[in-house]
């Protein structure tokens, strides 16, 4: 599903086997109880029960933080995170830091991330470092950049920008994710569409390098041609329609536990019940962040920032 040009032919077994251990997500489907709507109406009544214990992450184990979170989750095992998003000083308001930990006992640190002051558009930068959010400091990992209107992001990596790489563009940024937000000229209110481009995967696992010499050979020029070599296309799920709460309900298995336009969950359109990626809210400033092969934590993270950004035309 994953790997592109002729890789896809040896797919197949590979799918196969994984499909077998994967939990069966049609009784996942079917269980209501853990949609985000039901959840809110469970608490609004007057008992108090208690409070749900969200799943832990799985153990993961790292030496070199930078290498985990750009290299692919394992095939087979979802990466539980937890987002919070830090308002206070002076002028968190308008910039919050926004910080990525494993959702476990543990609550490790993963990753950093900041919208840049002065920036024509908006401009994220994504850090190792939790206090050192600067352009050159050791532990820049990523960044996240928008257009003028605020509706397509690009993610990048810590190489240099392709004027300033060597020839033979080794030590080039690459380009590891393209967001689209569907614009919304109308007006009307709804569930936000998304469309998530990234990089094809080779026969072992491993993400395609993505180095563009310009802007016109980058993944949103590339996926505006329909020219997907080596690319992946992913979308957000599409919300059913709930006639009893008159809303939108995804079942985010206990993960979220609020009710926000930003609660959205990733698929590829030949497995949509294979989550890549799921995120939601939990409180006023916490929401979880899980992630699946192929996607990486930077990747990740970049498309939760995205979410938080203000899109008027996308509302």
């Known amino acids: 599903m994953f790997q592109t040009g002729r890789e896809k032919e040896k797919e197949k077994d590979k799918d196969k086997k994984f499909k077998k251990s994967k939990s069966p997500a049609k009784a996942e489907e079917s269980d209501d109880s853990d949609s985000e709507v039901t959840q809110k109406k469970k608490r609004g009544k007057g008992k108090k029960g208690k409070k749900e214990e969200r799943a832990p992450s799985p153990v993961i184990e790292f030496e070199d933080l930078e290498e985990f979170v750009l290299q692919p989750a394992q095939q087979g095992v979802t990466v539980k995170c937890k987002v919070t998003r830090d308002k206070r000083g002076m002028d968190r308001?308008?910039?919050?830091?926004?910080?990525?930990?494993?959702?476990?006992?543990?609550?490790?640190?993963?990753?950093?991330?900041?919208?840049?002051?002065?920036?024509?558009?908006?401009?994220?930068?994504?850090?190792?470092?939790?206090?050192?959010?600067?352009?050159?400091?050791?532990?820049?990992?990523?960044k996240l950049r928008s257009n003028l209107m605020g509706t397509k992001f690009t993610v990048f990596d810590n190489g240099?920008?392709?004027?300033?790489?060597?020839?033979?563009?080794?030590?080039?940024?690459?380009?590891?994710?393209?967001?689209?937000?569907?614009?919304?000229?109308?007006?009307?209110?709804?569930?936000r569409r998304m469309t998530v481009i990234i990089p094809g995967m080779n026969k072992d696992g491993d993400r395609v390098p993505?180095?563009?010499?310009?802007?016109?050979?980058?993944?949103?020029?590339?996926?505006?041609?329909?020219?997907?070599?080596?690319?992946?296309?992913?979308?957000?799920?599409?919300?059913?329609?709930?006639?009893?709460?008159?809303?939108?309900?995804?079942?985010?298995n206990g993960r979220v536990?609020?009710?926000?336009?930003?609660?959205?969950?990733?698929?590829?359109?030949?497995?949509?019940?294979?989550?890549?990626?799921?995120?939601?809210?939990?409180?006023?400033?916490?929401?979880?962040?899980?992630?699946?092969?192929?996607?990486?934590?930077?990747?990740?993270?970049?498309?939760?920032?995205?979410?938080?950004?203000?899109?008027i035309a996308c509302e």
Not at 258 to 274: P, V
Not at 287 to 300: E, G, H, K, S
């Open 210 to 252: 993505l180095r563009p010499r310009s802007e016109n050979d980058g993944l949103l020029i590339r996926h505006q041609n329909r020219n997907m070599e080596n690319l992946i296309e992913l979308r957000n799920k599409t919300p059913v329609w709930n006639e009893e709460t008159a809303s939108h309900v995804l079942n985010f």
């Open 257 to 311: 536990t609020q009710a926000s336009i930003k609660n959205f969950q990733i698929i590829h359109n030949k497995d949509q019940e294979y989550i890549v990626m799921q995120f939601g809210r939990v409180a006023d400033d916490a929401f979880t962040l899980d992630y699946n092969y192929p996607l990486c934590a930077v990747q990740a993270f970049a498309i939760a920032l995205s979410s938080f950004d203000g899109k």
């Open 160 to 191: 240099l920008h392709p004027d300033r790489a060597l020839p033979d563009m080794s030590n080039a940024r690459q380009e590891l994710a393209a967001i689209i937000y569907e614009t919304n000229v109308l007006g009307m209110k709804g569930p």
């Open 93 to 142: 308001g308008l910039y919050p830091t926004y910080y990525l930990h494993l959702d476990n006992e543990k609550k490790v640190f993963l990753l950093a991330g900041r919208k840049r002051k002065k920036s024509t558009t908006s401009n994220y930068l994504i850090s190792t470092d939790p206090t050192d959010l600067s352009r050159g400091g050791e532990n820049f990992v990523g």
